[in-house]
């Protein structure tokens, strides 16, 4: 805890709580309990991470790895931007050159409260488990930069920096914009084992405990973040034969994408 609590972002902390704009006496009371309540869980909650590096390279919109595949899906929108897909931060097979990615997933421990006692309890200790999560990956890609994969040995970089992502590389995790498939859990509890940190998946891919986190890791100084948008069912049908499934069965995981056509 003593280590993980300078890594906690209270931006994001605030944006959860819709604390946006509110007066800052407001804020400053909800940061309080907070911090009262991260107090309380002093030697009692702990943040674990499980990561491996692979040699990797891209063959089209799919990772490989000596592993296994991992497909990915690209944009499709219209106009002069590029369309963009996570494997293009990855050397091309073409090549002849090992690249390296790396897997992730973290988790907290932490004593959630229960809401039917005491709602406003429940949901502060979700929130503060949530971010507890977020800066346990913050620690561990911190140390994945400098010491494991060490792409980045000498960086040092302030609290603030680290939150505000002015490292080189990107962690884009499962179920956000560039990556919203949460089967994608599948395949990477199948890498890293995430049980081996106490991560289990349900079978729509969500992972218990709630507070988990879980990606990839991009090394590459022009890689960045993007946001999927909409897909037609020619790549879903594409993406379905890459990852051996059914069309059907990964529509589910992907709705939102395909209800915005």
Same mark, same amino acid.
């Given at each position: 805890?003593?280590?993980?609590?300078?890594? #906690?972002?209270?931006?994001?902390?605030?944006?959860?709580?819709?604390?946006?704009?509110?007066? !800052?006496?407001?804020?400053?009371?909800? $940061?309080?309990?907070? @911090?009262?309540? +991260?107090?309380?869980?002093?030697? $009692?909650? /702990?943040?674990?991470?499980?990561?491996?590096?692979?040699?990797?390279?891209?063959?089209?919109?799919?990772?490989?790895?000596?592993?296994? $595949?991992?497909?990915?899906?690209?944009?499709?929108?219209?106009?002069? /931007?590029?369309?963009?897909?996570?494997?293009?931060?990855?050397?091309?097979?073409?090549?002849?050159?090992?690249?390296?990615?790396?897997?992730?997933?973290?988790?907290?421990?932490?004593?959630?409260?229960?809401?039917?006692?005491?709602?406003?309890?429940?949901? +502060?200790?979700?929130?503060?488990?949530?971010?507890?999560? /977020?800066?346990?990956?913050?620690?561990?890609? +911190?140390?994945?930069?400098?010491?494991?994969?060490?792409?980045?040995?000498? @960086?040092? &970089?302030?609290?603030?920096?680290?939150?505000? !992502?002015?490292?080189?590389?990107?962690?884009?995790?499962?179920?956000?914009?560039?990556?919203?498939?949460?089967?994608?859990?599948?395949?990477?509890?199948?890498?890293?084992?995430?049980?081996?940190?106490?991560?289990? &998946?349900?079978?729509?891919?969500?992972?218990?405990?709630?507070?988990?986190?879980?990606? &990839?890791?991009?090394?590459?100084?022009?890689? $960045?973040?993007?946001?999927?948008?909409? #897909?037609?069912?020619?790549?879903?049908?594409?993406?379905?034969?890459?990852?051996?499934?059914?069309?059907?069965? +990964?529509?589910?995981? &992907?709705?939102?994408?395909?209800?915005?056509?």
């Amino acid at each position: 805890m003593a280590q993980l609590r300078p890594y #906690i972002n209270w931006i994001y902390f605030f944006h959860a709580w819709s604390m946006n704009g509110k007066p !800052e006496e407001e804020r400053q009371s909800l $940061r309080r309990d907070a @911090e009262d309540l +991260l107090s309380s869980w002093q030697g $009692r909650c /702990e943040g674990r991470a499980v990561f491996a590096l692979f040699d990797a390279n891209s063959d089209g919109d799919d990772i490989v790895t000596d592993d296994g $595949r991992i497909p990915l899906l690209r944009q499709q929108h219209s106009g002069s /931007e590029p369309n963009l897909c996570l494997a293009d931060f990855v050397k091309p097979l073409s090549m002849g050159e090992k690249d390296t990615i790396g897997v992730f997933a973290t988790t907290v421990d932490a004593p959630v409260s229960d809401a039917a006692s005491d709602p406003y309890a429940s949901l +502060l200790s979700q929130t503060l488990a949530d971010r507890l999560a /977020e800066a346990t990956t913050e620690l561990m890609h +911190l140390e994945v930069r400098r010491n494991y994969w060490g792409y980045a040995p000498d @960086e040092h &970089l302030s609290i603030d920096d680290l939150l505000s !992502e002015r490292f080189q590389g990107i962690r884009p995790a499962v179920g956000y914009p560039s990556m919203p498939d949460a089967s994608m859990n599948f395949v990477f509890d199948s890498l890293i084992d995430f049980s081996s940190i106490g991560i289990s &998946l349900t079978e729509s891919g969500m992972m218990l405990p709630h507070a988990s986190v879980s990606g &990839l890791m991009f090394a590459h100084p022009k890689s $960045r973040y993007f946001t999927l948008g909409p #897909i037609g069912e020619d790549q879903l049908k594409d993406y379905a034969r890459r990852r051996g499934k059914s069309a059907d069965e +990964l529509r589910r995981f &992907l709705q939102a994408n395909l209800n915005n056509n």
